[in-house]
């Protein structure tokens, strides 16, 4: 499909942010999808891009990594998939080879711009595109492929990509770790929300939350089995955690991961546990022996990753649209959303907010078509 849209372009590195109209639509390869977009739901990594010049070489770029729209063209190579599905496509890219090494040295993600969110079309590796069942709208679809991204590969990847736990996605491996507790720090983060909802689907109980109280049955509709009020010292946070379990904490996850957060997390882990961060560690915090720190990085596109991304996505739209997955869990419930108005002009206001604090619970979705 040949023709122009409107895109958001970051202008240069740490620049500011402009509409640019005609760009091209770009054409589908083997293997991929065109997919136009009508939610794009904003990251805290789209501010940090703009604010620390991370992530990203190439400008002008064109930002945003959680998407979902209706499949417009089809490349070669592509099965399961026709034009006009509903489907939701995590930021992929062309450059299927970066090394993780290479991640953390040079903060270069899998952005390209073909392959982005903050415009009208994009494009999307079939096999990291889950159609989007019916009980699920668009919005609400353009909520969860980052978040379930980080929260899979924090949990599931192997040390040192992941916490080494057993992904619940086929019958085998089913109730590996059910009966362990887990503590899960910043549950109403959005990302904090999909490790809430893997953990009931690996039966880890108790399922331990740190969040604002005022989100505490939300959090439990979603499988948390306790909410602590995310305010509590570490002191305060060991003593209620030992009230709700004597069991070791061998697994904390720690879904805000700034260095208070981090070194509560570490400070409430046993020995031979893991703390998966969502960020870098934070080099003030103390190590031991015996206790290990983990960083995740939501991307499917690398080796060590691409086979827990395939499997999620061959089993996304069956865990949304059953609520379950082979009769475990309650996936009913995606994260609470607000649409920010004024299409792609609504990024920025949007970052902001996110920048400030000012957005508390929710995910922020735009509609790139409605950009004026
Ligand atoms: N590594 C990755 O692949 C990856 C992917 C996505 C995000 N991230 C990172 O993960 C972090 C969270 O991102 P997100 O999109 O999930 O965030 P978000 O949904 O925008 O987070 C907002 C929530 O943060 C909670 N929060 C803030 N400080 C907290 C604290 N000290 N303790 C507990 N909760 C706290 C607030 O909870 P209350 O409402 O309860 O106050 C608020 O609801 C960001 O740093 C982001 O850059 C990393």
Redesign the pocket.
């Known amino acids: 499909m040949a023709g122009n849209q409107k895109a958001l372009y970051l202008q240069s590195k740490q620049g500011s942010f402009e509409i640019v109209e005609n760009v091209d639509i770009p054409k589908p390869g083997a293997g991929q999808l065109l997919v136009r977009i009508q939610a794009s739901g904003l990251?805290?990594?789209d501010w940090?891009i703009q604010k620390y010049g991370a992530w990203i070489e190439n400008y002008p770029a064109i930002l945003g990594s959680d998407i979902a729209g209706v499949v417009e063209a089809l490349g070669d190579d592509v099965s399961g998939f026709a034009t006009g599905d509903r489907v939701q496509v995590l930021l992929t890219t062309r450059r299927d080879h970066i090394e993780l090494t290479k991640l953390r040295r040079f903060f270069q993600g899998g952005w390209t711009n073909e392959t982005s969110g903050f415009q009208q079309y994009t494009l999307a590796n079939h096999k990291l595109v889950s159609k989007i069942p019916a009980n699920i709208t668009t919005d609400e679809a353009a909520t969860i492929p980052?978040?379930i991204?980080?929260a899979a590969v924090g949990l599931y990847l192997s040390k040192p990509y992941g916490a080494g736990l057993t992904a619940p996605l086929d019958s085998e491996s089913l109730g590996k770790d059910a009966g362990k507790p887990i503590v899960i720090?910043?549950g109403?983060?959005?990302?904090?929300q999909c490790v809430i909802q893997l953990a009931k689907l690996s039966r880890f109980f108790p399922i331990i939350v740190?969040?604002?109280l005022k989100?505490e049955e939300y959090l439990k509709s979603l499988g948390a089995t306790h909410v602590l009020d995310?305010n509590l010292s570490t002191s305060a946070l060991a003593g209620e955690i030992g009230k709700i379990t004597a069991a070791p904490i061998a697994v904390v996850y720690d879904?805000?991961?700034?260095p208070g957060?981090q070194q509560t997390g570490y400070d409430l882990l046993a020995q031979g546990g893991v703390l998966a961060l969502?960020?870098e560690r934070a080099p003030e915090v103390k190590l031991v022996e015996g206790k290990d720190v983990i960083s995740?990085?939501?991307f499917f596109n690398q080796p060590h990753s691409r086979d827990l991304g395939f499997k999620l996505y061959a089993s996304l739209e069956q865990l949304l649209a059953q609520g379950t997955l082979k009769g475990l869990t309650d996936w009913d419930q995606p994260n609470r959303l607000e649409v920010v108005p004024g299409g792609l002009d609504g990024v920025v206001s949007g970052l902001q907010r996110?920048q400030n604090d000012q957005?508390?619970?929710v995910?922020l979705v735009v509609h790139p078509q409605e950009t004026a």
């Open positions: 990251n805290p990594v940090k980052v978040a991204a980080a720090i910043g109403a983060t959005s990302v904090g740190t969040a604002s989100h995310r879904s805000v991961s700034l957060t969502v960020l995740a990085f939501g996110l957005v508390s619970g995910k």
